[in-house]
């Protein structure tokens, strides 16, 4: 018998970067601190919904996600036609790759930022272009700096993960009059929830002056809901409807939707966790600079810890004592704030590891 070809593949895909995962948790037993989930579970009245959605599952979903898209309008004062829902908001930035950047053109982004934009990016056949971060910030200077003619979407990731940091309105506002206006700015505010400084801006707020600015937000984070796969984009009609030309027809599944209106309606109940986690955050950050570490601010749920070379040896020290936290190579360690128990057993490892 003739030997079988292989499948004729897009030749760069094998070079692709991957997407690597935090590792799964070991048990129940351990504190997971490494991928940014909200240490909570869902609420009874969101389980509810869920759960009638369960009887209906021989059905399609709403395309349209229209039940859903109603409420985000109320919530957020936005025309329906200006919102997309899609499969996290993973998901959305994969639309609006293929909707803005395929090959030849860049897309601009700070590095370290969220591991998941080289991944999408690449795998669209696009060129991705990362600007190293400053201090642990945002350098929107040398981001502006390197637009091109090819440049055909940015990220800002604010807060950005894996550093926690924010940019401001003023800064952000400058750099935004420097792109220019063909130029699609996504403001990824994937942690928007936790922002507690009045000095970095509601990206739902700069969108609106902003013909090209659209905004990312998830139910994964400060909703809870990572596991469902929802979230959603705010972006002036061309681009919406761009993303929806490129989406999947069905992505989010009806229980999905119904999670996500629940969870609205459970905001104030929801948004109370939220404000534990973010005092959670002030205490850890205070926690682990009296204990001598550099942590910058974060308005995110998570710090950062810049270890370099010592991040593998910080993380397992944290693995052997039943917690887990995420490294990313040589460079440092991503602390996800989980609940109090768990953040205290954390700052008890990290101040005894610098004795
Ligand atoms: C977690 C995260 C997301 C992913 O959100 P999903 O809605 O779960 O896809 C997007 N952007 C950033 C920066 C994140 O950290």
């Keep these: ?88 908001s993973l998901g959305v930035t994969r639309d609006l790759l293929r909707a803005a950047a395929g090959e030849g053109d860049e897309v601009l982004f700070a590095w370290r930022s969220f591991e998941a934009y080289p991944q999408l990016t690449w795998a669209n056949g696009a060129t991705a272009v990362q600007v ?18 090819r440049t055909r979407m940015i990220i800002v990731c604010n807060p950005n993960n894996p550093t926690g940091t924010a940019v401001r309105r003023g800064e952000l506002e400058r750099f935004l009059d420097r792109v220019p206006g063909h130029v699609l700015v996504v403001l990824d505010e994937a942690y928007r929830e936790f922002v507690d400084d009045p000095e970095v801006p509601d990206g739902v707020q700069v969108y609106r002056e902003r013909p090209n600015v ?31 030309a490129c989406a999947v027809p069905f992505g989010v599944s009806g229980i999905a939707q119904a999670a996500a209106r629940a969870s609205l309606a459970a905001g104030p109940e929801l948004l109370e966790r939220v404000r534990t986690l973010v005092a959670e955050r002030a205490r850890v950050t205070r926690g682990l600079r009296t204990a001598g570490w550099i942590v910058p601010d974060s308005q995110a749920n998570f710090v950062w810890l810049r270890l370099g070379a010592r991040a593998r040896a910080f993380t397992d020290a944290c693995e052997a004592a039943g917690i887990m936290v995420r490294p990313f190579g040589d460079e440092g360690v991503r602390i996800t704030i989980g609940a109090p128990g768990a953040n205290d057993r954390l700052l008890k490892i990290a101040g005894d590891w610098l004795v």
Excluded: I, Q, W
Excluded at 140 to 148: D, F
Excluded at 214 to 240: D, E, I, Q, W
């Design 1 to 88: 018998m003739p030997a079988t070809p292989a499948p004729r593949l897009r030749a760069d895909v094998s070079g692709l970067p991957r997407y690597v995962p935090g590792r799964a948790a070991p048990s129940d037993r351990v504190d997971k601190l490494s991928s940014n989930e909200n240490p909570y579970p869902p609420l009874p009245s969101v389980v509810a919904a869920m759960r009638e959605e369960l009887e209906r599952v021989n059905r399609y979903p709403d395309p349209g996600s229209r039940a859903l898209v109603t409420d985000l309008s109320d919530a957020l004062a936005v025309p329906p036609e200006h919102l997309v829902p899609g499969t996290g």
């Design 132 to 149: 190293p971060l400053r201090a642990e910030r945002h350098d929107l200077e040398a981001m502006a700096h390197a637009v091109t003619d």
């Design 214 to 244: 659209a905004v990312l937000r998830t139910f994964s984070k400060a909703y809870g809901l990572a596991r469902l796969r929802v979230g959603y984009a705010v972006a002036h009609p061309p681009v919406a409807a761009a993303l929806r």
